[in-house]
């Protein structure tokens, strides 16, 4: 015997109490990505990692060392 089982998405009355509170969270969260991403050193990070090794050596760099490179005026490691 085969048992079906059909799953609809719940409609905004039958949202749960928790999805209602994590709901300004996940906003904030949205938010913070959003600005993390548009930071022009993180910016600069991803252009650096789409190089290949061999542009990298180029400019004296290797891959393990792009952030420290990027972030070398603000932390020190």
Do not use: C, W
Request: charged share 20%; proline share 1%; aromatic share 8%.
């Amino acid at each position: 015997m085969a048992y079906a089982a059909q799953h609809t998405a719940a409609s905004a009355s039958e949202k749960s109490i928790l999805a209602i509170l994590a709901t300004p969270f996940v906003a904030f969260g949205r938010v913070m990505i959003a600005l993390g991403e548009a930071n022009t050193r993180s910016q600069k990070v991803q252009r650096l990692m789409a190089m290949s090794d061999a542009e990298l050596a180029e400019r004296g760099l290797t891959r393990d060392k792009i952030v420290h490179h990027v972030f070398s005026d603000v932390y020190y490691i």
